[in-house]
Each structure stands twice: as C-alpha cells, then as structure tokens.
C-alpha cells in the first residue's frame, strides 16, 4: 500500500514548493549523536520523492509500467549546521530549472526556521537506460507558479 500526498505521511506542497517533516532517529546519527552526512542525501531523495507524488507521479509505478523515471546526475550540498538526534527538521524541494529530459531542484533542510543543509540536485529523466522527455503533464506541474 503506498500513501497518498494527503495522508500527513508525504509531506504538503506550499504554492510551488513541497515541503516534508522528519525526525531524526538514533540511526541517523553517528556514535557522537549529531546526524551522520550521508544521513541527509537520505532525507533529500525522500523530498524529491514525495515532491513527485504530491503532483501525481510515483517513481514506483512509473519503473514498472513503463520503465523510466529521474536518476540523480549532479549533486552540490553545504552543510551549514548539523541536526542531532530527536530534532524536528523540515526538507523543502522546489524546481529551479526544468527542461525537456531533465530537471535541477533546490532542496533545503531547516530546524526551526535555521538552514542546515542547501543543495542543488540535477536530474535526468531516462527510459530504459536512456534520456527520454520527461511526461507533459510532470513537465507543467514542475513549471508552475503561484
């Protein structure tokens, strides 16, 4: 069974950007109780994940019904502060730029309004190992302004 963007389990979408709330778990952090960096690619690829199903696309379905979908091919991320364990932290995912097979999304993490990670990630939509247009409708829904 896969959660749908309404259940208070995928996060919300806030005018163009999506936003999701996480807690940091024991197993997020390393033995000195602040959050392991690897840690956090985690908490992003659940944003750009969720951002995908808040407008309607499901990178499950999409592999299994038709054999594509984004593969990350550049990442840039600061770490700016760290998070530790319990902390409540919220990661934002927007489009910046989106093009015909391929899309770069600003991603924040934040605890309490305070900015602990920034990263810009760019993606490429594939089909069967190979760069594809990514569907309209995913195109618009990226595109969209408030």
């Given amino acids: 069974m896969t959660a749908d963007a309404t259940d208070g389990l ?4 806030e005018g163009v950007r999506h936003v999701l709330t996480l807690r940091i778990y024991y197993e997020d952090t390393d033995f000195s109780g ?12 659940r944003g750009r994940t969720e951002i995908l ?6 990178h ?3 592999y299994q019904a038709r054999r594509e979908g984004f593969v990350v091919r550049r990442m840039t991320i600061d ?3 760290p998070a530790v364990m319990d902390d409540i932290i919220t990661v934002t995912t927007a489009a910046e730029d989106v093009k015909a097979a391929s899309l770069v999304l600003r991603q924040t993490v934040t605890r309490g309004g305070e900015t ?6 760019q993606c490429a939509y594939l089909r069967d190992g190979r760069p594809a247009r990514m ?3 995913m195109r618009e829904q990226m595109l969209r302004t408030e």
């Fill in 79 to 81: 770490y700016i502060r």
């Fill in 135 to 137: 569907p309209a409708r």
């Fill in 116 to 121: 602990l990670v920034a990263a810009a990630v």
């Fill in 34 to 45: 602040v959050v392991y960096h690897g840690s956090y690619l985690r908490f992003l690829d």
């Fill in 53 to 58: 199903r808040a407008i309607d696309f499901d």
């Fill in 60 to 62: 499950h379905e999409l």
């Fill in 10 to 13: 995928g996060g919300r979408m």
